[in-house]
């Protein structure tokens, strides 16, 4: 059984035998990553991350707040990280909706920050305890304006330990806040799990390195000059655009200069940001595309399908944001479909769409009803495509 | 004249001429400001000053001491995470009504009840001045903005009343009229450890003033004088006689507050000695609040000698 306090867990349960809740398991992974601050307001499904990170943030010495909204609580970070924290909220749909003017503030000051999204079924209050893949588009275009996002899902328990490092890692390197999406049922399922045993899953591009240090000791080149609170340029920061001493700039030049280069630190970078899994690799007619919760029902469809006598291909996706564009045009140029189920009405199939349908049929599997899409459904899905195919 | 180079040193002369308006109160407050950090010798690269939104808080743009110009109304949970971050920090809030009184109002609310250690110095002019005159809530009922063509028809917030119900341990007014009782006000504030909460009255002839009377900066100024009165003062006057009057001075303070980073870093002494999973201490009845120094609508708390040492001179005193 999971005991309450993560230390507990640590200290007292053999490693290999962990049970523990996703998003406990995050709050873990924050804690291992360094994240040293945490501002948040309660909601349903993520409130356990911040309750694991009540407990434990004192205890290192960290800065534990509750904030009065979700405004509150991620401006606060924001603050904490001009100040040279490493902060980090976590939140559901509602409370992420409320973020995002700031999400939209950190990027433009370049504040590293994690943000952690437990999806719940939406829109508006909808269905708290119900899981669902509804944010997607709103982690990636939520606030205003042309920005860039860096978004990554997490489809285990493992993933929310894992993925909340990279997560941190990434935030550091690039000087952008990173949000991490989970369903309900990933930041609610207990699984085990022990931090040890990470290098079981190691992801295709992934080593998770990371710096202790507040500035990551190698920043992407595009990276502005930190400003830090408290170090001797004494620094202006302001969510006006501005150029590199920090002061806002009408210039068109200058304008557009920095608007591109925050952009491209970290469109450039898609090799290092974007992690994936390619299982049963060009084996099958059909790939399936899949991330969170349904990537797990896809990788059980393909053991199911084996079983039958049917070779399907699996793309789980760990980082939707930026778009792996590389590795789905690889996949997408040897199959004839790709079905891509998902908990929302095909978001990230239209993303897929535009940059596979050149090479192959993409198809969208969205389910809407606040249940998991099962393995057996996948695998009805991916048959009857391919019965389609045969019969044509 | 040493006291304006003086001051110098915390200005980005070269972002100078500043936005604002001529006749703005803005930059007399902003003065004010520097010249209690000057005195008060705070160490630069320790003082962070942030600004929300709005006239008030572009006063961030100039000062050449760590600044943050966040989002509009936010202010105040920026600096609550800087604070916290950084206990060692002096952190100024600039904000204005619009910015911290209605859109920033929940933060404001909250950041008075936590007391955290913050000094807040909010620019009243009574308008959205920089959107060009819009309502604002300490827009009095009956004036005239852009979006109240025919009067205002919404009662105004007395914010310094809302702050010390909300738990600020520091409440003070000055005006921009009378700048050396507004500086020693924002040093008082500064100084004192938990949240202060300073009301600096500013007119805003450009927006504020060409719809409503008395037109004109120095008619304004001379408004505000003439209905400003001290916290002394306004102890011995009825309700009555108080209407319209703006109370300047120290209105509220409390030394003994419990203070949030404080008792924060009392709970990391804690957990760090293992003390989390201890059960629970028998809860402590709360402390009764300290009354208040005046309470200009209703009778006097106290009287006579606890309004004294705020008493400030207000006319030609300087």
Partial sequence: MERWHTHVLREKIDPSSMLIQGNRACALGALDAGVRFFAGYPITPSSEIMEAMAVELPKVGGVFLQMEDEIASICACIGGSLAGQLAMTATSGPGFSLMQEAIGYAIMVEAPLLIVDVMRAGPSTGRPTAPSQGDVMQARWGTHGDHPAVVLAASNVADMYRLTMAAVRFAQRFRTPVTLLADEVVGHMRESFAPELIDRYRLTSGDFDFSPSYIHPELVREVHPPHVLGSEAHPHVTGLIHDETGFPTNDPQKSEKFLRELYDKVGNHRDELCLYDVKNEGKGRVCIVAYGSCARSARAAWKLAEKEGLQVEVLHLYTLFPLPVEIIQKVARRVEFMLIPELNLGQYAREVRKMAENWTTVISMGKIDGTLITPREILDRVTELVGKYESV | ?318
């Fill in chain 2, 1 to 318: 004249m040493s006291e304006v180079l003086d001051i110098e040193q915390f200005l980005h002369t070269e972002r100078l001429p500043h936005i604002w308006c001529p006749g703005c109160g803005n930059g007399i407050v902003t003065g004010a400001f520097l010249r209690a950090v000057l005195d008060l010798g705070l160490v630069r690269e320790k003082t962070v000053v942030v600004g929300g939104i709005g006239c008030s808080s572009r006063a961030v743009g100039y000062i050449d001491l760590g600044t943050v110009h966040s989002i509009h109304g936010r202010a105040l949970a920026f600096a609550t995470g800087i604070k916290m971050a950084r206990p060692d920090f002096t952190v100024v809030v600039l904000t204005g009504d619009g910015d911290g009184a209605a859109i920033g109002g929940n933060h404001f609310i909250h950041a008075c009840r936590r007391n955290i250690d913050i000094t807040c110095i909010l620019f009243n002019n009574q308008t959205y001045g920089m959107t060009g005159g819009q309502v604002s809530p300490t827009m009095d009922p009956g004036d005239r903005g852009t979006t109240a063509p025919y009067g205002s028809i919404e009662p105004s917030f007395d914010l310094c009343r809302l702050a010390e119900a909300a738990g600020a341990s520091f409440v003070a007014r000055g005006i921009a009229a009378n700048i050396r009782p507004l500086e020693r006000l924002i040093k008082q504030g500064i100084q004192h450890k938990g949240f202060s909460f300073i009301e600096a009255v500013v007119p805003c002839p450009t927006e504020y003033g060409k719809r409503n009377p008395p037109a004109g900066v120095i008619a304004m100024l001379d408004d505000t004088k003439a209905r400003s009165i001290s916290v002394t003062a306004a102890a011995k006057m009825t309700p009555d006689e108080l209407r319209d009057k703006i109370v300047t001075g120290i209105l509220y303070e409390d030394d003994e507050a419990p203070e949030f980073q404080s008792a924060y870093a009392a709970i990391v002494e804690r957990a760090q000695a293992g003390a989390a999973e201890a059960p629970a201490r028998p809860k402590q009845p709360a402390a009764p609040r300290k009354p208040r120094k005046t309470a200009p609508e209703r009778p006097p708390a106290r009287n006579g000698e606890a309004a004294d040492a705020s008493g400030l001179p207000l006319e030609g005193g300087e």
